[in-house]
């Protein structure tokens, strides 16, 4: 079937598009899939910005596979480092609030880092719920990385092929409506698209001003890890 330029003797495509970007958003609700979507958003949208400025789409994704193995090589350089500076932390911190707290006759359930440990546990009921709980959030956490990787690399294949009908030049009718239907598809998707690279565009640049006033302050004041603080600073920034 043949769709005449200039003629629109049908407004299915355009509804039809519609549908599989609602479709699409609710069942990535439904199905738990809200982390690679995300990721598949966030991934697309580095890659746009790496190619507006290389202007090459190869050295772009390139450029990107570098920027994710700096990311994840960050992201465990400062968990190691949040673990390892946890218990100084609390210890730091947790005489500071039971004053805080004494002077305000609030009893807390802990003194130090180890009874605060200790009073997580308690609140959890049992030794074994804890452990159940640490083994579930450790297979999430497995699931979003393998969903993450999986998000990345179709980010990767839309940004390398754009459209969903890469072969179109090939079909004997050029405008056919499986190729008219693409196209609404690919237009909905592409505004979609563009509403999240707005939103998260002012939200990097936010996040960017509240980091290096914290940094200044941080600095200034010289408070104990203040490169582990600057980066959480980041990253919740980036939580609309």
Same mark, same amino acid.
């Given at each position: 079937?043949?769709?005449?330029?200039?003629?629109?003797?049908?407004?299915?495509?355009?509804?039809?598009?519609?549908?599989?970007?609602?479709?699409?958003?609710?069942?990535?609700?439904?199905?738990?899939?809200?982390?690679?979507?995300?990721?598949?958003?966030?991934?697309?949208?580095?890659?746009?910005?790496?190619?507006?400025?290389?202007?090459?789409?190869?050295?772009?994704?390139?450029?990107?596979?570098?920027?994710?193995?700096?990311?994840?090589?960050?992201?465990?350089?400062?968990?190691?480092?949040?673990?390892?500076?946890?218990? $100084?932390?609390? $210890?730091?911190?947790?005489?500071?609030?039971?004053?805080?707290?004494?002077?305000?006759?609030?009893?807390?359930?802990?003194?130090?880092?180890?009874?605060?440990?200790?009073?997580?546990?308690?609140?959890?009921?049992?030794?074994?719920?804890?452990?159940?709980?640490?083994?579930?959030?450790?297979?999430?956490?497995?699931?979003?990385?393998?969903?993450?990787?999986?998000?990345?690399?179709?980010?990767?294949?839309?940004?390398?092929?754009?459209?969903? $009908?890469?072969?179109?030049?090939?079909?004997?009718?050029?405008?056919?409506?499986?190729?008219?239907?693409?196209?609404?598809?690919?237009?909905?998707?592409? $505004?979609?698209?563009?509403?999240?690279?707005?939103?998260?565009?002012?939200?990097?640049?936010?996040?960017?001003?509240?980091?290096?006033?914290?940094?200044?302050?941080?600095?200034?004041?010289?408070?104990?890890?203040?490169?582990?603080?600057?980066?959480?600073?980041?990253?919740?920034?980036?939580?609309?």
């Amino acid at each position: 079937m043949e769709v005449k330029s200039g003629e629109r003797p049908m407004i299915t495509p355009t509804r039809l598009s519609y549908g599989v970007l609602a479709v699409t958003i609710i069942l990535a609700g439904l199905l738990h899939l809200g982390v690679p979507l995300l990721v598949v958003l966030f991934s697309y949208f580095a890659l746009r910005q790496l190619y507006f400025v290389t202007k090459r789409k190869w050295l772009a994704l390139i450029l990107f596979g570098i920027v994710v193995a700096g990311i994840a090589a960050a992201a465990v350089y400062f968990t190691r480092a949040a673990i390892l500076a946890l218990p $100084d932390v609390a $210890d730091t911190s947790i005489p500071s609030a039971s004053a805080w707290a004494q002077k305000r006759q609030i009893e807390l359930p802990f003194t130090d880092f180890e009874s605060l440990r200790q009073a997580v546990v308690n609140t959890l009921g049992q030794e074994a719920q804890y452990l159940r709980n640490v083994a579930n959030f450790a297979k999430s956490t497995a699931t979003v990385i393998v969903f993450s990787i999986l998000g990345i690399v179709a980010a990767g294949s839309l940004f390398y092929k754009t459209g969903l $009908d890469p072969y179109r030049g090939t079909h004997r009718v050029k405008n056919n409506l499986y190729s008219v239907c693409c196209n609404e598809v690919s237009t909905r998707f592409r $505004d979609f698209y563009r509403s999240f690279a707005t939103v998260m565009g002012a939200q990097i640049t936010i996040s960017l001003i509240n980091t290096l006033l914290t940094s200044i302050f941080l600095l200034a004041v010289r408070l104990p890890h203040a490169p582990l603080l600057i980066a959480i600073t980041f990253l919740c920034g980036l939580v609309p």
